[in-house]
C-alpha cells in the first residue's frame, strides 16, 4: 500500500481526496493553487533566520505561545522522553513576525486558510449523512475568523552525530487540530503509519501538498476520520549534512466550536497543551 497523489483539478479530485483521507488519514495533492514560488522564497528566507537571524530577540512567550522555540526546548511528543531534534517559529497574523520577514509568510497564511477552508467543504460534502449531522456547524465555518490558527515554521537542523540517543526529527505523534496543511518540504523524511502497523513514506515531491486530519476533526466525526501517528525519521548518509525546512498550518477551530458532547475546541486544546507541557 502507498499513498497516491491527487490532482487537485481533476474532476473527481475530492471524491478521491477525502477517500485518502477516510482510509489513511492523509491526502497529497498536486497541481494545487498554492504558489510554489512564495514557497521557496519562505524556504530561503527562514533558512537564513535560523542560520544568522536575530532569533533570540523573538523567543517565545508562555502566554502567547508566539515567537521563536529554541531546540532546548523543544517538543517531546506525547508518550516519549526525548525532545524531537528541531526548533521552530511560531507565526500568528497577532503576533510578532520579523519585519523583513512579515509579507510572505502572512500571504502564504491567507493563501493556505482559503485553500483550507475549501478542503474542508470537500470533506463535509463527501462526508455520510450520519456523519454530517455530528458537525455542529459546517466544517469550513468552524476556522472562520479564528485566531488559533497556527503557522509552524520549522527547522530541523544537520545531524551531527552527537545527538541524544534515539532522539529523531520529529517522533511520532497526531496533530491537534481539525487539518494540517503541508508543502512537501525541501527534504523527505515524513512517514504515515498505517492500519497494518507498517510506516508509509509521504510523497515528497517539491510542489505536492500534504493534508492531514487532525484530533480535532476525528473527535467531530465520531472516529470515521482517523487522525494518524506521523513522524519525520533522521537522514542517512548525505542527506545527514542537510537542514529541512517545514511550514505546516494547523488549521484550529474558533475556541467557542462544539466538537463533541465530551469537548469544545477550547478545552480540548488546553487539555492537549497541558498533556505536552507547553502550559
Excluded at 485518502?20 to 488519514?25: K, N, Q
Excluded at 512579515?102 to 467543504?121: H, Q, S, V
Excluded at 477550547?266 to 498533556?275: A, G
Amino acid at each position: 500500500m502507498k499513498l497516491e497523489t491527487i490532482d487537485y483539478r481533476a474532476p473527481d479530485a475530492a471524491a478521491k481526496f477525502v477517500a485518502s483521507l477516510r482510509e489513511t488519514g492523509f491526502g497529497v495533492l498536486s497541481n494545487h493553487p498554492i504558489q510554489q514560488s512564495l514557497v521557496e522564497d519562505i524556504y530561503a528566507d527562514w533558512y537564513a533566520f535560523f542560520q544568522e537571524g536575530d532569533k533570540e530577540a523573538f523567543l517565545f512567550k508562555p502566554e502567547t505561545q508566539d515567537g521563536f522555540f529554541p531546540a532546548t526546548v523543544s517538543e517531546t511528543a506525547k508518550g516519549h522522553t526525548v525532545k524531537d531534534i528541531k526548533e521552530y517559529y511560531h507565526v500568528y497574523p497577532w503576533g510578532r513576525i520579523p519585519d523583513s520577514l512579515r509579507d510572505k509568510i502572512l500571504a502564504y497564511y491567507t493563501n493556505a486558510n482559503a485553500l483550507a477552508a475549501e478542503l474542508l467543504g470537500w470533506i463535509e460534502e463527501h462526508s455520510p449523512k450520519d456523519v454530517k449531522a455530528l458537525f455542529n456547524e459546517p466544517l469550513p465555518k468552524m476556522i472562520e475568523n479564528s485566531d488559533k490558527t497556527l503557522l509552524r515554521v520549522l527547522h530541523y537542523p544537520p545531524m551531527t552525530g552527537s545527538e541524544e540517543p534515539g532522539a529523531i526529527r520529529a517522533a511520532a505523534h497526531e496533530d491537534i487540530n481539525l487539518i494540517t496543511v503541508l508543502p512537501a518540504a525541501n527534504e523527505p523524511g515524513l512517514q504515515v503509519k498505517a492500519k497494518d502497523g507498517t510506516w508509509l513514506d509521504v510523497p515528497s515531491d517539491f510542489g505536492n501538498l500534504i493534508i492531514n486530519i487532525g484530533d480535532m476533526l476525528q473527535e467531530a466525526s465520531g472516529g470515521y476520520f482517523p487522525s494518524t501517528s506521523h513522524r519525520v525519521i533522521n537522514p542517512e548518509g548525505m542527506d545527514k549534512t542537510k537542514s529541512r525546512i517545514s511550514l505546516p498550518l494547523f488549521l484550529h477551530p474558533r475556541p467557542d466550536v462544539v466538537l463533541s458532547e465530551r469537548y469544545t475546541a477550547d478545552s480540548y486544546l488546553m487539555e492537549r497543551l497541558r498533556e505536552l507541557g507547553v502550559i
